[in-house]
């Protein structure tokens, strides 16, 4: 079974205008079974404001404005669970096949909000599995949430867009760290997460963070070949 027949519906965020990214997750989804199909594996066309409002960056608020409406579609659609995967997702050919084990194995475990991709360092397991976690969870590039978790959730992240910077209660923020203090505030919310992460991010250049050769007319694209060459390497 691929993937996204664990859960309901899959979408996939992707700026417009980075046919690049979108090659390079269109072939990742290939990789995995997965390829785009309506109404099942569907891609999101990212949103890109025009200021900041208040958030550390424009696509820091993008970013955020995304992965809400994203779960918004999904709470009007009324599915059971939806998986959000970020354009940069990179998931290597021994972790696909665990990735469908680690949930085959856990379809009938009961969470809120599912992790599968991230950074965090967990000991070493023989084999992935799937542990409750309470602590901050950084990125957001595989995770998935449930149906029963969406309405809160939406409720909470709408709060942060007009609350201050700053605001104890949540502000303006990333994405990750926003999921993160819902969370916390709502322990009852069970958090599930793959141990050990089971898709990382390509290295490709960023749409939130940008870096400083990146702007550097000529060099983004010089760049991007060389990123691909070591990712062939490596």
């Known amino acids: 079974m691929p993937l996204s027949d664990y859960f309901s519906l899959t979408r996939v965020i992707n700026l417009a205008d980075r046919k690049d990214r979108y090659g390079e997750i269109e072939q990742q989804l290939k990789l995995l079974g997965m390829p785009f199909a309506p109404g099942k594996v569907e891609v999101f066309a ?6 900041a409002a208040g958030f550390p960056g424009i696509g820091v608020y993008g970013c955020f404005l995304s992965h809400l409406a994203i779960l918004k579609d999904a709470r009007d659609r009324g599915v059971e669970s939806v998986l959000v995967i970020e354009d940069d997702l990179e998931v290597g050919a021994e972790d696909r096949a665990r990735l469908v084990e680690l949930m085959e194995r856990s379809k009938d475990a009961r969470w809120g909000v599912l992790h599968l991709g991230h950074i965090q360092e967990l000991p070493p397991v023989d084999e992935p599995r799937l542990i409750p976690f309470d602590g901050p969870v950084q990125t957001a590039h595989l995770y998935a949430i449930h149906r029963d ?7 909470y992240l709408e709060g942060c867009l007009v609350r201050p910077p700053g605001d104890p209660v949540g502000g303006p923020m990333h994405y990750d760290g926003a999921l993160t203090m819902f969370r916390a505030a709502n322990p009852s919310v069970v ?44």
């Open 46 to 51: 990212a949103q890109r404001p025009t200021e």
């Open 191 to 234: 958090t599930l997460i793959a141990q050990p992460s089971l898709g990382g991010q390509r290295s490709s250049r960023s749409d939130i963070t940008t870096r400083p050769l990146d702007k550097v007319p000529g060099v983004k694209q010089a760049l991007a070949v060389l990123r691909k060459l070591k990712r062939a390497l490596g």
């Open 149 to 155: 978790v969406l309405p809160p959730l939406i409720e």
